[in-house]
C-alpha cells in the first residue's frame, strides 16, 4: 500500500499476511551494552557489544480464521488460517530466502521470529495473534 496505514508481511513464498487494520505494533532497538560495576558510588562503565544488537517489530492483531471478504489491510478485517501461515510462513524453511514487512510507509527485510496464536473461549472465529519479526540482513541471501 503507497499510503502506508497497512501493516502486512510477504513471505518468501510471495503471499502477503495482513494484520491490520486494529493491530497494535511496537518498534524496539537494543544496544548490546556490557555493564562493569565499579565502586559504590561512581558510574559503571559501558562496552558496546556488537554480537547483541537487535532491531524486533513486534506485532499483536486479532486474526479472522474466515471470512468471505479478501483481506486488504485498510477496510477488511484481517483474516487468514493460522495453520497455513504457520506452514508456508513458519516451517517452510527449506526454501526460506526472506520476509519483508510493511509498516508506515517503511519496508523492513529479515524473518519471522517467533508467532502465537490464541483462541479465547466464546471468540468463535477470532484469535489473537502476537508476531515476533527480526529485522535484519539474511547470511547467504543479502549482500
Known amino acids: 500500500m503507497s499510503d502506508g496505514t497497512a501493516v502486512y508481511l510477504v513471505d518468501h513464498n510471495g503471499i502477503e499476511w495482513y494484520f491490520s487494520p486494529g493491530c497494535s505494533v511496537t518498534e524496539t ?12 558510588g561512581q558510574e559503571n562503565y559501558l562496552t558496546i557489544m556488537p554480537t547483541d544488537f537487535s532491531h524486533v517489530i513486534r506485532i499483536d492483531a486479532t486474526i479472522l480464521t474466515y471470512s468471505d471478504e479478501e483481506s486488504n489491510g485498510t477496510t477488511t478485517y484481517p483474516f487468514f488460517d493460522p495453520y497455513a501461515f504457520h506452514m508456508y510462513a513458519m516451517l517452510n524453511t527449506t526454501d526460506k530466502n526472506k520476509h519483508t514487512l510493511y509498516w508506515r510507509g517503511y519496508t523492513f527485510g529479515g524473518l519471522v521470529k517467533s508467532v502465537t496464536f490464541t483462541q479465547r473461549p466464546g471468540e468463535g472465529n477470532l484469535v489473537d495473534m502476537s508476531l515476533t519479526f527480526a529485522v535484519g540482513k539474511i547470511a547467504g541471501v543479502d549482500t
Open 29 to 40: 532497538t537494543n544496544l548490546g551494552l556490557l555493564e562493569s560495576g565499579r565502586m559504590t
